[in-house]
Nanobody
Framework: QVQLVESGGGLVQPGGSLRLSCTASGIIVRVSTMGWYRQAPGKQRELVATIRSGSSINYADSVKGRFTISRDITKNTVSLQMNSLKPEDTAVYYC?????????WGQGTQVTVSS
């Protein structure tokens, strides 16, 4: 059974930084496609960043240059470093995994960017 547990969300002022972490069990992040998605109120869930088993990385245009996705294969975790945060980054952030045709989601963590 796959479990993804996010942590690190919270309230931050515009221009600030947060680091989200996703601890995975039941899968090996090194051989899976791992990603972060977000969903703002009244909007559809959208891709933020993904990292594939071959280490290729993809970012949404809206976060390029500000967010960095990484993984720690010793801890089996995936992280999202978010810098220069903007109010429009406010959303629930979800960790996602894909291995073969099997998708899993975490429960989400709230990120609020406000002064």
């Amino acid at each position: 059974q796959v479990q993804l547990v996010e942590s690190g969300g919270g309230l931050v002022q515009p221009g600030g930084s947060l680091r989200l972490s996703c601890t995975a069990s039941g899968i090996i992040v090194r051989v899976s496609t791992m990603g972060w998605y977000r969903q703002a109120p009244g909007k559809q869930r959208e891709l933020v960043a993904t990292i594939r088993s071959g280490s290729s990385i993809n970012y949404a245009d809206s976060v390029k240059g500000r967010f960095t996705i990484s993984r720690d294969i010793t801890k089996n975790t995936v992280s999202l470093q978010m810098n220069s945060l903007k109010p429009e980054d406010t959303a629930v952030y979800y960790c996602h995994s894909n291995f073969g045709n099997f998708d899993s989601w975490g429960q989400g963590t709230q990120v609020t960017v406000s002064s």
